[in-house]
């Protein structure tokens, strides 16, 4: 069971943000990682439509014998896990915006949240406000149209950072001195963010800790692998652009075999 892959999923490629950290973290442990980028952005998709993709997308991890899943997508957590973890029994890692070490980490007590419509509209996003956002004043912006331009693998694109630029106004504006990076995508422009907003403020994303918390889990189920080999690394992808190969090559760094779903 133990030598068996991880499972990760998200709407498209921004989960491989998260994959990086999982394998520089757990570097023995093989990887299976699905794009279901034909049907992203799930941001402006209703829960319904966000469950039955994720339901699809973890039959077919499932199928390839997958020991865990990790959801490594805030907007198909937020959506999604409270039915996938009523349908799998095999353990299921989400993730959410990182409301709380934000609200640690300001000094001015303004933090502002970049995520995706659908995150931010959710009970679990209320939720986590209400848990850590007490004390904190938080600036949220929902910012459509920039999960497509990393898509398309465009980070550096004049409209992608005219986009980033209308996104972090607002912020900026409001004084966030921490600003929490709420979608897996996003951290593929975390060079652009950092220049519009400056050295002074803090970006927080969350995917080292959602592999930490993977190992901990792994461990607590002994569910690690004892392989000494390096680990392999699979990826698929239902895309249908031409590129799609190539964008996944440049945002995981190196060279890739992707399958087609
Ligand atoms: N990567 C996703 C997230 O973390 C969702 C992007 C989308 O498909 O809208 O929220």
Redesign the pocket.
Known sequence: MSSRPIGVL???V??ISVLKHIHALLPHENLMYVADSKY????NKTPEEIIARCMTIADFLIAQHVKVLVVA????TAAAIGAMRETYDLPIIGMEPAVKPAAEATKNGVIGVL??V??LQSAQFAALLESYGRNVRVVTQGCVGL?ECIERGELDAPETRALLEKYLKPLLAEGADTIVLG???YPFVKAQIQHIVGENVTLIDTGAAVAKQLKNKLEEKGLLSTSREKAKVHFWTNSEAENAEQVTEKLWGNHVDEHRL
């Open positions: 998200d709407s498209g921004g989960g992203a952005p799930y941001g997508c805030n907007t198909a995520a995706t659908g995150t999960v979608c897996t995508h």
